[in-house]
């Protein structure tokens, strides 16, 4: 029997950076935690027990912090490619490396309603994210949001569908609309303004969906996905994943009450949830 290895890769995950930039009248902040992953010829450690080809993932997380202090962050996508040209350059045996961050997102606490230069409060659940794929012949980028909580209380329709003998669910011509937005794109090739395409895209994704008068949530996630692929030409595809955040009606008739669409039960568990890539053509 021949035992051959197959697809393999290594890495370090979890790794946490607060990036501080001291400006002269305001600070930054970026906070990132980032996952790194090499392929390429690494077959030996494996068979053999060889390290030789090995760099230590504890290397790779020291790399994270002494880059951070060589380099600005600018944008999540901009820090990863910099860590992927310096273990690409610096490691012949890697073919390809990966680096994917998760972005803490936070904003700025404004006193009277001005923004103070050097103090934040987390944004909440919402992160945005970013993965870089690079080899010698070149760099995948990708970016993207997670968590966008959005809710909407009309315009929101679900009729139509099958109905078998397990089937209970009743057509609703107005209901509450909600999901936690998941949306990850790839850019084109070329000179892109990170910072400005992401919040861009966040901004369409949302107008588009509170503006869209809804007959499902899969026609909803499609006119999304459009808007933005039409309003940005940087945009090659986006992938959007959007749960079905149910809010049931109470049920108030034991109590002699009525209910026209205003007292609801959350509920997190079960739901549906709606996945598409949209492409150009």
């Not at 944008?75 to 860590?83: D, K, N």
């Not at 003998?165 to 090739?189: H, Q």
């Not at 861009?200 to 692929?229: K, N």
């Amino acid at each position: 029997m021949t035992i051959r290895l197959g697809q393999n890769n290594y890495g370090k995950s979890r790794v946490r950076l607060l990036r501080v930039s001291r400006g002269k009248d305001q600070h930054e902040i970026h906070e990132l935690t980032l996952a790194i992953r090499f392929e390429g010829d690494f077959e030996t450690a494996h068979t053999r027990g060889d390290n030789s080809k090995i760099l230590p993932t504890d290397t790779m997380k020291n790399t994270v912090y002494a880059l951070a202090r060589k380099n600005p962050v600018d944008s999540a996508e901009q820090f990863c490619g910099v860590l992927t040209d310096h273990f690409l350059g610096g490691n012949p045996q890697a073919q390809s490396v990966r680096v994917h961050c998760v972005e803490q997102l936070w904003t700025r606490i404004a006193p009277g309603g001005k923004p103070d230069p050097h103090a934040f409060v987390r944004a909440g659940e919402e992160r945005r994210t970013a993965v870089v794929t690079a080899t010698r012949a070149g760099a995948a980028i990708q970016a993207g949001v997670r968590n966008l909580i959005a809710l909407k209380t009309t315009k929101s329709a679900f009729e139509g569908f099958i109905r078998d003998p397990y089937t209970t669910l009743k057509e609703d011509r107005n209901r509450i609309l909600s999901t936690a937005i998941r949306a990850d794109w790839l850019y084109a090739a070329g000179k892109i303004d990170f910072n400005g395409a992401w919040e861009g895209i966040r901004r369409t994704l949302l107008e588009t969906f509170a503006a869209h008068q809804s007959l499902s949530l899969q026609q909803t996630l499609y006119d999304m996905g459009e808007a933005v692929l039409e309003q940005f030409d940087s945009i090659r595809e986006i992938r959007l994943s959007m749960p079905n955040k149910h809010y049931n009606l109470a049920d108030l008739s034991p109590f002699g009450m009525t209910n026209p669409g205003e007292v609801f039960i959350p509920t997190d568990e079960p739901h549906g949830l709606i996945e598409a890539t949209l492409r150009r053509a």
